[in-house]
């Protein structure tokens, strides 16, 4: 039975609601390829960069065992064993399988994935079954139109699909898959990458639609103007503050986002332990 929501407002960094949570988390960087085309993405194998989407290695879901094991010897705060990249989780098949390791060696551990949500109604059961307790999807806009600003393809079930053909997709998927995975008892919550001029006038439609359709909690992750939307600015606090505040109407928020490796160890926003476990693994090959 997954953790509730409740539960993890204390448990889980990522969900605690008022001051910042003061438990961690290991970022397990196992899903190594995606299938769409943020255009806001870009992804690297480095160990200077502090963002989502970097890691220092992609490792094996057999290596992953190892890696919590050092680094819950190297910080004793960790709670939730997490799977964010640095591509999307369903696009193989390996952070499922990561999870079922992971469930069986440490079964005190909160087991926790972040997806586009795009191939989220076909896994839907998958993920239920094995065990995930809390699930983050990445909606961005709830509307064709703006989706496709953001978003410059999907391929999906062998076709690659563009524009708002594309987006329609997506989004029903994103919708339908949180709808499916939050009735079977798996906290959702929903990120959104702020983007002024393109989605930060939507944020209020994306917060109600993702809400009735299931989603717990909510993150406004400001926009890194990087790849395609380089010449975009990144929102200023005044900017990010206010579509919290709109999206709050509708929708619990999490306002303490440090936009992490997809390889980051310890607390949120404080020492990272990655390097240490993942540069040394990389050393030893
Ligand atoms: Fe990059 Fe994530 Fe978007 Fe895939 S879903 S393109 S990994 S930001
Ligand atoms: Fe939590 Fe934000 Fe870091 Fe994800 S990027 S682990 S939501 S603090």
């Known amino acids: 039975m997954a953790i509730s929501y409740q539960q993890l407002t204390n448990k889980h960094p990522c969900f605690a609601l008022d001051k910042k949570g003061q438990t961690g988390?290991?970022?397990?960087p196992v899903s190594p390829t995606c299938n769409i085309e943020c255009k806001f993405c870009d992804r690297r194998i480095n160990d200077y960069e502090n963002r989502p989407g970097v890691a220092s290695?992609?490792?094996?879901?057999?290596?992953?065992?190892?890696?919590?094991?050092?680094?819950?010897?190297?910080?004793?705060n960790i709670t939730v064993a997490g799977i964010a990249g640095p591509g999307d989780t369903l696009a193989t098949?390996?952070?499922?399988?990561t999870f079922r390791l992971i469930k069986t060696d440490f079964p005190d551990?909160?087991?926790?994935?972040?997806?586009?949500?795009?191939?989220?109604?076909?896994?839907?059961?998958?993920i239920i079954e094995t065990g995930i307790d809390s699930l983050t999807v990445?909606?961005?806009?709830?509307?064709p139109e703006i989706s496709a600003q953001l978003n410059g393809g999907i391929l999906?079930?062998?076709v690659h699909y563009t524009g708002t053909e594309a987006a329609e997709i997506l989004i029903e998927n994103q919708l339908e898959g949180i709808k499916r995975v939050s009735r079977g008892g798996v906290t959702l919550k929903v990120n959104t990458v702020l983007v002024p001029g393109i989605n930060s006038g939507h944020i209020e439609e994306i917060a109600r639609t993702?809400?009735?359709?299931?989603?717990?909690?909510?993150?406004?992750?400001?926009?890194?103007?990087?790849?395609e939307l380089a010449a975009c600015h990144a929102p200023s606090c005044v900017q990010v503050d206010e579509a919290r505040q709109k999206a709050e109407k509708y929708i619990d928020v999490f306002r303490h986002c440090q936009r992490c490796r997809a390889d980051a160890i310890g607390i949120p926003g404080e020492k990272d332990y990655g390097e240490q476990i993942y540069l040394k693994r990389i050393s030893h090959e």
């Open 109 to 126: 551990l909160i087991k926790c994935m972040s997806t586009n949500g795009l191939l989220l109604p076909e896994k839907a059961d998958e």
């Open 210 to 227: 993702v809400s009735k359709a299931g989603a717990s909690i909510y993150n406004i992750i400001p926009l890194i103007p990087q790849h």
């Open 25 to 28: 988390r290991i970022h397990l």
């Open 93 to 97: 098949g390996y952070a499922l399988e």
């Open 156 to 158: 999906y079930q062998g």
């Open 138 to 143: 990445t909606v961005n806009a709830v509307e």
């Open 57 to 76: 290695t992609v490792i094996k879901p057999s290596e992953a065992l190892d890696a919590v094991r050092e680094a819950l010897k190297l910080c004793e």
